[in-house]
């Protein structure tokens, strides 16, 4: 089973649609949770980090799950500058210098 | 402006060749990271670095060496030892965990894309 896993998608959205990605993990013992976003042929860029008690910043949403051990994004209100690859990354084994990156989940934002 | 550069951005190299990746940061970062990352493929680790001097093995370190003789700078040299090293690298940097367990968020340079001919 892999360490991080997601939905590769790709996700096809009207502008303006809600949509939700989740992402399941292995480790219980994981303690840090980030979603990154990633445009094509470029870095990742830091999206949000995943808190116990669920944090949102604008249109997103993140929510943890420890006892089934995910964690999910939900985008509000679709633009079409947010069709990008969103990574799930979790620390691996609870050990603080090592991430752990999920392959991805494509969202695609039409007009 | 504060950030993380790569260079060069894109890398051709011969066969059997030895190439060296640039790796800066003035983030005052303690911790840096060398990640590849293959076509469909999650980031994977190839080194890490908590401090000066210190560096250790990742997920696939084999082919590929480092060093970190300075705060802002971690080089990484990819071998003729390295099987597949066409790829898509990316250097990172955070401040140092804390102890607690909990990861501190990782900040990405822009990549280098490396080809062998």
């Known amino acids: 089973r892999k360490e991080v896993e997601q939905d590769p998608g790709p996700f096809n959205v009207p502008e303006g649609a809600t949509v939700a990605f989740n992402c399941t993990y292995s480790?219980?013992?994981?303690?840090?949770f980030f979603w990154y976003r990633q445009d094509c042929r470029k870095e990742p860029k830091l999206l949000m980090s995943?808190?116990?008690s669920g944090n949102e910043d604008g249109r997103f949403t993140a929510q943890l799950n420890r006892a089934s051990q995910y964690i999910s994004l939900l985008i509000r209100d679709s633009k079409l500058s947010d069709s990008a690859t969103y990574l799930c990354?979790?620390?691996?084994?609870?050990?603080?210098?090592?991430?752990?990156f999920g392959t991805g989940t494509r969202l695609q934002v039409t007009l | 402006d504060g950030g993380i550069t790569q260079s060069p951005k894109y890398l051709f190299r011969k066969e059997g060749q030895n190439v060296t990746l640039s790796c800066e940061q003035n983030?005052?970062?303690?911790?840096m990271y060398w990640y590849r990352q293959d076509p469909g493929q999650g980031l994977r680790l190839i080194y890490y670095?908590?401090?000066?001097?210190?560096?250790q093995k990742g997920d696939i370190a084999e082919g590929y060496s480092v060093s970190r003789e300075k705060k802002e700078s971690f080089p990484l040299t990819v071998t003729s030892a390295q099987k597949n090293p066409t790829a898509f690298y990316l250097c990172?940097?955070?401040?140092?965990?804390?102890?607690?367990?909990?990861?501190?968020?990782?900040?990405f340079g822009p990549g280098t894309r490396l080809t062998v001919l």
């Open positions: 990172a940097s955070s401040i140092r965990p804390s102890g607690s367990g909990r990861s501190s968020e990782q900040f």
């Open positions: 480790n219980s013992a994981s303690q840090s």
């Open positions: 995943v808190y116990s």
């Open positions: 990354v979790v620390n691996e084994d609870g050990t603080a210098s090592k991430l752990t």
């Open positions: 983030l005052n970062h303690d911790a």
């Open positions: 670095s908590q401090i000066v001097n210190d560096f």
